[in-house]
């Protein structure tokens, strides 16, 4: 450890306020002098650089935010810490009150030290100003005041510094607001929750594999876990997003092929949820967008929704109208059935919104939990509302438009039997299920829907619990 003697600190100290004047002198401009407020015998590290430079992005968010302007910045990196100058463009008094605001803004921002200096190098006092000193470390005193009486142990403060840091270094692994984790967070219990619902007629449950022979429960577990990062990058990808909407989906689509190479790999090449990772990977990033936009907002579903159908505006017009008349050698199974039945699959009905959701799948899943329902039968009543409905292109591509239409019709009697809401129901569900398998039916895209419905409950409750509110994030 180097050590730092009385030499190097007042050389650091001439070295900053000859380059404080410099600046004064070339702009005639307040002065902010930043540097690390650092107990102890170490002054300077990489995560004490990284830590000087936060501070400098905060106060380049805040000069954005009260239309200061930034003229220059320069930065030194003495071994007795690092410092930042800038000359900044703005009323001195309320330079000081942003600088001071963002010494409060979280625990380890007690480590930040900022001074203001007017255009003739007179420094702006926070006392001036009618705020307080400020405080120690570890107590409400003074800090000028505990220093002097010595209160606290080097131990204490050195055990209290570290303590700062190490919450430094734990936001700086996420840098983005808390809704966005949420949402990746939303995205992978959908996929989990969508699995793990029983019975769930001809799909991979907890009880049996459904109408699959190459995947089980297990697999889902496996594939949901390895698509997590993904639905996080969609995430983000969405809360960045700036520009027309339709310029979101080709970023969206490399992140979800990305994204399929992992599924594989973890299911050693078994497809569990590809239909999946386009639909949820778009209405995650859709969420994103919209709550970044307007947190709080009722009917944030429908928002997000309407979100998702700006990302995929025109999709059907670009990627399936054109096949008409086309011999193309090798067509996808959505392809080949647009071509067949004219049926436009996952890329109509995001495009329009999704009404399978917003008119069936959401409305019956509130229902269903609003009258005491667990929350396994509450989705799997909800999953045989939405097979009612739904042109399921994987029974459609597996079996022709004569099954779909006969498992529309089985699903509606069913629901008109009370789906799970009575005993004649869940009997029937079972007994479909058993169908299904013999049968080979597997709903796939009313499954994927399900899991969209339950994310968008999540994204709607949470949003309406006031989750993140509308205050700037928090570090601490």
Not at 131 to 143: G, I, K, M, S
Not at 185 to 209: Q, S
Not at 222 to 236: D, E, I, K, T, Y
Request: with cysteine; net charge neutral; charged share 20%.
């Amino acid at each position: 450890m180097r050590q730092i003697t009385l030499e190097a600190v007042l050389e650091a100290k001439e070295r900053l306020a000859s380059l404080q004047a410099e600046m004064r002198s070339l702009h005639r401009l307040p002065i902010i002098s930043i540097t690390t407020n650092i107990p102890g015998p170490v002054k300077d590290s990489p995560g004490i650089q990284d830590l000087l430079r936060a501070a400098v992005d905060r106060v380049r968010v805040s000069s954005r935010q009260f239309g200061f302007i930034i003229t220059e910045e320069r930065f030194i990196y003495p071994a007795t810490g690092p410092a930042a100058v800038l000359a900044v463009d703005g009323e001195p008094d309320k330079l000081k009150q942003a600088c001071v605001a963002i010494e409060q803004a979280g625990d380890y921002a007690r480590l930040f030290d900022i001074d203001v200096f007017d255009a003739d190098g007179g420094q702006i006092s926070r006392t001036r100003l009618g705020y307080t000193e400020r405080t120690c470390f570890l107590c409400d005193q003074p800090a000028v005041l505990c220093r002097r009486l010595g209160c606290h142990s080097r131990k204490e403060i050195d055990r209290n510094v570290a303590e700062r840091l190490a919450a430094f270094a734990a936001a700086g692994t996420n840098p983005w607001e808390d809704v966005v984790g949420d949402i990746g967070a939303w995205a992978v219990e959908a996929m989990l929750m969508e699995a793990a619902c029983t019975p769930a007629p001809g799909l991979v449950d907890r009880d049996n594999a459904g109408a699959h022979q190459d995947m089980n429960f297990f697999t889902f577990l496996m594939s949901s876990s390895a698509l997590a990062g993904s639905m996080f990058r969609c995430a983000v990808a969405g809360y960045r997003h700036q520009g027309r909407l339709e310029g979101l989906l080709p970023v969206l689509r490399l992140i979800g092929k990305e994204g399929e190479r992992q599924m594989l790999r973890a299911t050693c090449g078994v497809n569990t949820q590809k239909g999946l990772l386009f639909l949820l990977g778009i209405v995650a990033a859709a969420a994103a967008y919209t709550l970044k936009k307007a947190p709080g907002c009722d009917n944030i579903a429908g928002q997000i929704l309407d979100t998702a159908a700006a990302i995929t505006s025109g999709i059907v017009e670009r990627e399936l109208v054109p096949l008409a008349g086309q011999a193309k050698v090798k067509l996808t199974a959505g392809e080949r059935l647009y071509m067949q039945y004219g049926v436009t699959g996952i890329r109509g009905e995001m495009e329009a919104g999704m009404p399978s959701i917003r008119e069936h799948g959401l409305p019956i899943l509130k229902v269903a939990l609003a009258q005491g329902v667990s929350l396994n039968d509450a989705l799997v009543h909800t999953l045989m509302s939405l097979m009612t409905v739904v042109q399921d292109t994987t029974i459609l591509n597996r079996h022709g438009m004569k099954t779909l239409l006969a498992v529309q019709n089985e699903a509606k009697q069913i629901m008109a039997q009370g789906g799970m809401f009575s005993e004649l129901g869940r009997a029937q569900i079972k007994s479909l299920d058993h169908s299904f398998i013999a049968r080979n039916i597997s709903p796939g895209g009313v499954a994927d829907l399900l899991a969209a419905t339950y994310f968008l409950f999540l994204a709607e409750n949470n949003s309406q619990n006031n989750r993140w509110g509308k205050e700037p994030k928090n570090d601490d």
